[in-house]
């Protein structure tokens, strides 16, 4: 593409790099004493270098219409931001006045020293060349103002930075008021004299943004002055803001080639489209935009006259102007296709000091440590970001970006990294590579803020914590990570817990259910095969939970960030502000807070022996509102069925009576304990409440082996097994009911009279052998109480071992409370996702 400057020709003035304020500081008094810039003074090049806006077109045919008395507003007032171009207005009302053969009298409040000069007599000295009949320090009253405009026809009268005359005048004294009431009532006779005539008009300039009124005395002068001209006035405003682009280019550019323009400006558009930086709807807007703003991107004119603007002592058109000639003048000669933010000079003094002037002299020395000094940080992400872009510079060109977009008035600060992508970027490149770049300067820059992208003048904590983080050893981070698992660990769980074992020893071999949290490692079958030098005898009573090792790095480099933070927040040397202090205490809560999340994402999956293998459970993201790893391995097992509370009497019946007449209780429990992939049962008592249960139901019978025969003592009665050698279960057909009581728990310390039945008999009928009603079908629908799904759960295991077809399909309503949007979709739906659960119908309020 063609260099900028052979498509935009600059003006010869600042190709020549004469660039003083005064040429882009209008001022309507230097004007009429002929001491003005040739820019100004001469009717011809100040119109040749003017863009005629909407609203400034909108004056003149005004102020034509009224001098030539054809009607129109006698009094007008422009009122628009600081350098908003009011002064460029009135000085082209000068000249076209001029033109049209009217006089023009000419007030500028800046000017003038309210002891030498009244406004009255000003304006009497500008139209009849002498001071006769308004001499004094008083208004002279609208008679004598009617005498004076009405032979001066055609007239008008520019009165500039009145409220600042009026401002100065209230410290001079006249009689018992001061000159400034003599000021306002002569404002207030000016605007009604000049409404009373046909060829006279009254421009007046009033600020608008309130930083301009000087104080809170000033703030009522400023009150009066509008309620004085309100009356008459209308108000209008010469430069509107979508018409900046233009000013911009007739002041900057003598010759435009707009058939090169829209080469380069579409080539870049398509770019930014296949990029995916401009959407379809933004595609046209932007491009008209760089069509018209061209040499320079729509988002310089944007931060600067929007952002930059903003600050009370930048002058929107003259300060953009001022400052935008510069950088031209300084890229004139860089073969480069238009102007970006990146392309801003920091390093050049006069683009520097145009821009912390507004910001504080501090600033000078922070840009030199980040982007512009030979070892700022930026500038070793140019050469860090890799050969392909080295000639790009893009850590400068970014880091510059981010500067630009990091200051407002209004208290705006930062960009996107969209934006900044459709800032930076050029279509020799992906801009993927801004990413590397922006992570890249968050690593190396030392003021770039900690949340969002803009700079700011204290050094940024995360750079801080880079220092701290880089003396950190693993031996603190595991100390931690241990430290913090004892923590969540709640002992109450259901669990005996056994923290990172070294070996097979050092887990016990006991009937009681076991969670062996391991370390860097899944579990080896050793771990069930032995114990020391003996062979492990309760194999069933083992669960495992080990990390997920693709998860380390990012689960240490957490721990790494709140040791650092808690370092910060002692380190009493960094001098902190407060601000910093109180966002280090935030952050170190958040950590805090997050741990048992971050920990649970890498301690996310469990293992449970089955024969000759380990059934895994991947346990997904933590449970919300749970704390404890036990207490939440449990529950899910729980809920999966694989561990249980309470032995089901229907499985001793189904599972262990099915092919046989009796089962020993004491070897069908230890065969739970000992035989992997069996049921696994959290206690002792739910055994016996299972077999309990199935006596008292007429599932089974409770007895003993005598004689070498089983002998039914117990069914459909209470009976509490004991679990002795000779103790069996017994089929129900076996037994006959028997109405008196076992002596137990549960039975009030009677001796139950026991009715002895007879085992079954090889080829005999049992005595006892009722049957049994069946269903072939089922069909529930369940209200559910709160914390009882655990319990459809275990339901829901037995259901499936009787039917080889069986869905389930759950309503959830909840009312009387609320829950955000983010907590709905991470942890409701990206739990049932996790879960394999589809969501059949969905609806929110």
Known sequence: MKAFSHIAIPHSDI?????????????????????????????????????????????????????????????????????????????????????????????????????????????????????????????????????????????????????????????????????????????????GTVSSLEKALLVITLPSSLMEHYDKSAEKLYTMLQKITGRTEKIYTPVEEDE?????????????????????????????????????????????????????????????????????????????????????????????????????????????????????QEWDSIIAQDITSPDAGARIVDDNIGNAYRAYKLGTVVARTIFMHSFSGRGEKGAGIRELKLSACQPEFSSAVIDSVINGLREKLFYLADEGLYFSNRPNLNRIMLSKEENITNEEIIEEEKSYLEKFISRKGGFAVYIWPENHRDIPDNPEIKLAILKDQEPEWELIEKHGETPRIYRNTLIFSAPDLSQKPAFYDFIRRLLALRLIEKDEKLNLTESQKKEIKNKIKNQEQRFYEELRKYYRTVYLPEKNKFKKFDLGYATFGETFVDKEIYNRLKSEGEILEKLSSMVIKEKYLKDREFVPTKSLLESLWKTPGEMRLTSIDGFKEGVKDGVEKGIFGLGFIEDGKPVCKFFKQMAWPELSEEEIVLRAEICRPVPTEPEGPGSGGRKPEVREGEAKEPGKQPAYAPKVPTYKKIHLRLEIPRGRMSDIARLMSFISSKFTSCQVEINITAEDGEITVSDYEDKIKQALSQAEINIKDEKKE
Request: with cysteine.
């Open 15 to 191: 190709l020549q790099g004469k660039l003083t304020m005064d040429i882009f500081a209008a001022d309507i008094w230097q004007v009429i004493s002929g001491k003005a810039p040739a820019d100004y003074l001469d009717r011809d090049l100040f119109f040749s270098k003017t863009y005629t806006t909407k609203g400034l077109k909108n004056i003149l045919d005004v102020a034509k219409q009224r001098l030539e008395g054809k009607g129109g507003d006698p009094v007008i007032q422009l009122q628009t931001p600081f350098g908003g171009g009011k002064t460029h207005a009135l000085i082209a009302l000068y000249h076209q006045a001029k033109l049209w053969g009217a006089k023009v009298c000419v007030f500028d409040g800046t000017a003038l020293n309210p002891k030498e000069a009244r406004p009255w007599e000003a304006m009497e000295q500008q139209l009849t060349k002498k001071i006769e009949i308004t001499k004094d320090e008083i208004s002279p009253g609208k008679e004598k103002l009617m005498d004076i405009l009405g032979k001066a026809q055609p007239a008008l009268i520019l009165m500039d930075e009145i409220l600042e005359y009026a401002t100065k005048a209230a410290g001079i004294k006249v009689g018992d008021s001061n000159l400034a009431a003599q000021t306002l009532a002569f404002m207030q006779e000016l605007s």
């Open 244 to 360: 900046i682009e233009q000013v911009i280019r007739k002041r900057l550019f003598q010759n435009v080639d707009e058939a090169a323009v829209k080469k380069v400006v579409n080539e870049f558009v398509e770019y930014a489209r296949r990029e995916g930086l401009l959407s379809g709807d933004e595609v046209q807007r932007y491009r008209e935009r760089f069509m018209i703003s061209f040499p320079f991107k729509p988002e310089v004119v944007d931060v600067l006259y929007k952002k930059w603007g903003s600050f009370p002592t930048f002058q929107r058109t003259r300060g953009v102007l001022r400052l935008l000639s510069l950088v031209v003048y300084d890229l004139k000669d860089k073969k480069i296709p238009y102007i970006r933010l990146g392309d801003f000079d920091l390093g050049r003094n006069e683009i520097r000091w145009e821009l912390i002037k507004h910001i504080g």
